[in-house]
C-alpha cells in the first residue's frame, strides 16, 4: 500500500485520528485505501486540501451535513450559498448571544443601582425619617443623566426611584417584623444571615442596619 497512514496524515490535516475515524464512518472523508488484510486505513496527499476545508468549516460550527453538502455541491454558486447560508445563523446566534450579555449586564446594573438607593435611603432615614426621594430637584435628575449621557426621560426616572424607595419601605417594614421574632434576639450566626437573605430577601447589610435600628 503506498499513501500516507492514519497517523501521519493526522499530523498534515491536524485532524485527529479519532476525528477522522469518525469522518469515515459518516462518509465526510474516507480513506484512499484500505488494506484488506489488515484493515489499515490509507490517504493521499490530495486529500489535505478536502481534510483542510473540512476543518475550517467545523472549526465555524457547520455540521457535518452541511460540510458534506458544500464539499458535494456542484457549482461554485451553491457552494457560496450553502456557506452564506451558515454564516447567517451563525449572525443570528451571535446577535442572539450580545441581546443576552447585554440583559445581564442591565440586570447587574439594575441590582448596583438597587443597592446604591437603598443605601442612600438609610443614610437618608437615619438622619430624618419623614424624607424621602421626591425631594429630589428634578434638575439635579436632568444634569445627572445629561452627565452620564443617559437619553432617559428625567420624570420615567424618578418614577423608577420612587418606586424601589416604595419596595424598600416594603421591605424593611417585613424585616423589622421577621427579626422581633425570638429567635432572632442577640447575636445572628452566619446561619441565620442565609435564612434571612434566602427566605425573607433580607441581605446581611440591611439586618445590622435594622438591629442597629432596634438598638
Do not use: C
Not at 95 to 102: K, N
Not at 108 to 136: A, C, E, K, N, Q
Not at 181 to 190: A, E, Y
Request: proline content about 4%.
Amino acid at each position: 500500500m503506498t499513501g500516507l497512514t492514519v497517523g501521519e496524515f493526522s499530523r498534515v490535516s491536524h485532524l485527529s485520528i479519532k476525528t477522522l475515524r469518525h469522518y469515515h464512518e459518516v462518509g465526510l472523508l474516507a480513506p484512499a485505501e484500505i488494506a484488506p488484510d489488515t484493515g489499515y486505513r490509507y490517504y493521499s496527499l490530495d486529500q489535505v486540501p478536502t481534510a483542510q476545508v473540512i476543518r475550517r468549516l467545523r472549526n465555524l460550527e457547520m455540521p457535518v451535513a452541511d460540510v458534506k453538502a458544500v464539499l458535494s455541491a456542484e457549482d461554485v454558486t451553491t457552494r457560496n450559498e450553502l456557506i452564506s447560508a451558515h454564516l447567517a445563523r451563525l449572525e443570528t446566534r451571535l446577535a442572539q448571544a450580545q441581546t443576552a450579555i447585554e440583559s445581564l449586564r442591565e440586570l447587574r446594573r439594575g441590582y448596583v443601582l438597587r443597592r446604591l438607593i437603598r443605601r442612600v435611603l438609610t443614610t437618608l432615614w437615619r438622619d430624618d425619617p419623614t424624607r424621602t426621594l421626591s425631594d429630589l430637584p428634578m434638575e439635579l435628575i436632568e444634569h445627572t443623566l445629561g452627565h452620564f449621557r443617559q437619553l432617559r426621560d428625567p420624570y420615567e426616572v424618578r418614577t423608577v426611584l420612587l418606586d424601589e424607595e416604595r419596595k424598600f419601605g416594603v421591605l424593611l417594614q417585613r424585616g423589622r417584623q421577621v427579626l422581633s421574632r425570638s429567635r432572632f434576639t442577640g447575636t445572628l450566626s452566619d446561619e441565620d444571615y442565609r435564612y434571612l437573605h434566602d427566605t425573607h430577601g433580607l441581605p446581611r447589610d440591611l439586618v445590622v442596619y435594622l438591629n442597629t435600628e432596634q438598638s
